[in-house]
């Protein structure tokens, strides 16, 4: 087992930044991509970014490409999501989630562990 706990969530002006962290503990050896997903009040959850867990290889979106970086601190078991140029669009609630497999970096249902989510919300 893997337990996830998100932090960082907040409101923030259009045009702002924040920083997400995720908190990994338990079976972290077992982890193959740390990944971050957000959800829109009624719309799917959807892939933001992903790292590979022991080589640092990361994948984003299209949509946050060039805005987000995604790092992560093996010492403290800990990913964080940075996000620049923040979007009206951007608001959702963010999830951190863990894969033990590398298949398919950005599907939901490929991901083993899920935080419980932190609320990130852009104001105009």
């Known amino acids: 087992q893997v337990q996830l706990v998100e932090s960082g969530g907040g409101l923030v002006q259009a045009g702002g930044s924040l920083r997400l962290s995720c908190a990994a503990s338990g079976r972290t050896f077992s982890t193959y991509y740390m990944g971050w997903f957000r959800q829109a009040p009624g719309k799917e959850r959807e892939f933001v970014a992903a790292i590979v867990w022991s080589g640092g290889s990361t994948y984003y979106a299209d949509s946050v490409k060039g805005r987000s970086t995604i790092s992560r601190d093996n010492a403290k078991n800990t990913v964080y999501l940075q996000m620049n140029s923040l979007k009206l669009e951007d608001t959702a609630v963010y999830y951190c989630?863990?894969?033990?497999?590398?298949?398919?970096?950005?599907?939901?249902?490929?991901?083993?562990?899920w935080g419980q989510g932190t609320q990130v919300t852009v104001s105009s």
């Open positions: 989630a863990a894969a033990t497999r590398g298949y398919r970096v950005a599907v939901v249902t490929d991901y083993d562990y």
